[in-house]
């Protein structure tokens, strides 16, 4: 069968553009522009390449942000009175902390200092406890980016059976979350497993969808899936490929040309879920901004 292709970049730069809209609009309304604060932590490549492009970001759609570079050996007393700065500031409605931080630093800690209402990342005890019953909250950037996806594509995953393979606390965890709830597109059956079972794909190929977020190249194959499954790969995996330019080409949790045999639908590792990650960063800052307004 052809699957079809979805497109993370195209329905990212629809969000974008339609971000924009509302922004130009919120801020004639109330004379406020939407403010995120990043913050990086020591000389990470990956994490500075990030920063850099939600930044570039936030400009597109007309936030206002702000980026504090600091050194690898600062203190967490230092950091999280940074962070309560920008908790005090109304210029500013979202922070982000970019992860990992230093092994000296206690993440739990520092992602706690932030106020809830500035958590833009959703990671704070907080708003995960309001996403698992089910009240309104930030819902972490990748798993909501993976929920519009499904949106956007017209995949109603009611009443369908989800299967996520992976259980971390930024994208498994709470992309099951977000599905079971008895809401529109959501009130799937979910089972979460991971790499610990001793047969996988007994779990893959139950999937009506399948969420591959497991941090391992192609560990998932298409004989591992039934026919018409749908496929969401968050894996971006580095593998060394000599004959590229870079020398490695990035691929996903799911080996993509055996997958892309049985799936009616997948995302291309570059350019599916990772759009999105940033696309739906910007929406939650525009409505972190709206609620401090209204408060």
Not at 182 to 194: D, F, M, P, R
Request: proline share 5%; glycine share 8%; net charge negative.
């Amino acid at each position: 069968m052809k699957s079809k292709l979805i497109d993370g970049k195209e329905i990212s730069k629809q969000i974008r553009q339609d971000l924009k809209q509302q922004t130009e609009i919120f801020q004639k309304e109330t004379g406020v522009l939407p403010g995120l604060a990043f913050i990086l932590v020591g000389e990470n490549p990956a994490s500075e390449v990030y920063v850099k492009m939600k930044g570039k970001a936030c400009a597109e759609v007309g936030f206002h942000s702000v980026t504090e570079v600091l050194p690898a050996d600062i203190s967490q007393q230092e950091l999280v009175k940074l962070i309560d700065a920008f908790n005090n500031d109304d210029k500013i409605h979202g922070i982000l902390t970019q992860l990992p931080l230093p092994s000296h630093i206690d993440e739990a800690a520092v992602i706690e200092s932030i106020d809830p209402k500035k958590d833009v990342d959703g990671f704070h005890p907080v708003n995960v406890g309001k996403l698992l019953i089910g009240l309104n909250t930030f819902r972490p950037c990748t798993p909501a980016g993976i929920q519009e996806l499904l949106i956007r594509s017209g995949i109603d995953p009611a009443g369908k059976h989800v299967v996520v393979v992976g259980r971390s606390n930024i994208v498994g965890k709470p992309i099951a979350n977000i599905l079971v709830q008895k809401k529109e597109w959501a009130n799937a059956v979910v089972t979460i497993c991971h790499t610990g079972a001793k047969d996988l794909s007994y779990y893959t190929r139950q999937a009506d969808i399948l969420v591959a977020a497991v941090g391992r190249a192609e560990v998932i194959t298409g004989d591992m899936l039934k026919e018409g499954v749908v496929v969401i790969d968050v894996g971006v995996n580095r593998v060394d490929y000599p004959e590229s330019e870079k020398g490695y080409i990035l691929v996903g949790d799911v080996h993509f040309e055996s997958a892309e045999k049985v799936a009616s639908a997948i995302t291309p590792v570059p350019g599916g879920v990772g759009p999105m990650t940033i696309a739906m960063l910007l929406a939650n800052t525009l409505q972190a901004a709206r609620q401090q307004v209204s408060d």
